[in-house]
């Protein structure tokens, strides 16, 4: 496989020796693997601190700055980062209002998010966490036990990063991002296998003319492998899975995402089906994000998350943010 990488040692310091000249408006800590908002810590602000494995990119330190995250920890990738990078994000964003720990659920994400936030308790932060777990194509996967976080992250962090910019308390934020977690429901598909600089080769066979439905972001087996499909039978198929197990009664937030090897070109088209499904089903799209946001290096494919929502997470969806990987409003 041909990479545009030096050597596989060196990816993560690497990417984030150019996202800090790329973006002066971060302090990024190559060293110590620390992404934070140029201006925190913010007087009586709760921060918000994320983090997982890089290889999802611009998941979590596109989303760092005003209206989202505090900061974000990358570990190597597919790896959880350590929680010596939690604890020193958690201190440089507190500002005595408390800090919460959004955790996607993956066994060392959960473990290690844990040991930071004891640490953190001891040096005087006021700790709060909260668990993503909105995959539902299988309850138990190779990296977790009960469902995988993934797309829903992005709209956890999103509307509890604009109530915390708010200057809402760190029980409320807790609440919100709590709601939106279980108000949302991801169904992935993979039409090809994703390669990790470290292995160099896909990390697991996909023969061409087939799809695994289901997949997880690292590449977990989903529920089942078909051959290849329309655009049309996937959404048919992604979507009823999301409402079989949300059933929404009100307006959702839709999330139509890319893989990372996805165009445009056939994100949008897609959109198109699944908004058909939702309209067919009688549900009512309030907000539809298309694009690569919570990706797996290479593998092309996408995710279908929708997340219910009231005037209030409305609200907070619409406020103002600017990261590098989402911005509108200001």
């Not at 993560?12 to 990024?28: F, N």
């Not at 611009?58 to 939690?86: I, K, R």
Request: proline share 5%.
């Amino acid at each position: 496989m041909k990479m545009l990488i030096n050597v596989p040692e060196t990816v993560v310091a690497d990417a984030l020796r150019g996202m800090a000249a790329a973006h002066p408006e971060l302090t990024v800590d190559v060293e110590n693997r620390v992404i934070v908002r140029g201006d925190a810590p913010v007087a009586g602000k709760v921060g918000l601190v994320s983090g997982g494995g890089s290889g999802h990119e611009p998941l979590h330190g596109g989303f760092v700055g005003p209206g989202m995250l505090s900061a974000a920890c990358p570990g190597e990738v597919f790896t959880s980062p350590v929680p010596d990078q939690m604890v020193r994000a958690a201190a440089a964003v507190d500002s005595g209002a408390g800090v919460l720990f959004i955790v996607k659920n993956y066994t060392g994400d959960v473990l290690n998010f844990d040991m930071a936030a004891e640490l953190a308790e001891e040096e005087g932060i006021q700790i709060a966490k909260v668990l993503v777990n909105d995959d539902v194509a299988v309850t138990d996967s190779l990296f977790t036990a009960g469902r995988r976080g993934t797309g829903a992250t992005l709209f956890v962090e999103k509307l509890a990063g604009a109530a915390a910019e708010e200057g809402a308390p760190l029980d409320r934020v807790e609440a919100i991002a709590r709601q939106v977690n279980e108000s949302s429901r991801t169904f992935g598909v993979a039409l090809s296998a994703v390669t990790t600089p470290a292995k160099g080769t896909p990390t697991f066979d996909l023969p061409d003319g087939e799809l695994e439905l289901g997949i997880g972001i690292h590449g977990e087996p989903g529920r089942e492998r078909r051959a290849m499909m329309t655009s049309r039978e996937i959404a048919d198929f992604a979507v009823d899975a999301v409402l079989e197990d949300l059933r929404p009664k009100g307006p959702v937030l839709a999330l139509v995402n890319g893989m990372g090897a996805t165009p445009l070109l056939e994100l949008y088209g897609f959109n198109a089906e699944v908004q058909r499904v939702l309209a067919e089903r009688n549900v009512t799209v309030a907000r539809t994000l298309v694009g690569n946001y919570v990706t797996s290096l290479d593998m092309a494919g996408c995710s279908v998350t929708l997340c219910q929502v009231d005037g209030e997470l409305l609200r907070l969806y619409d406020a103002p943010v600017e990261t590098v990987g989402l911005r509108w409003g200001r």
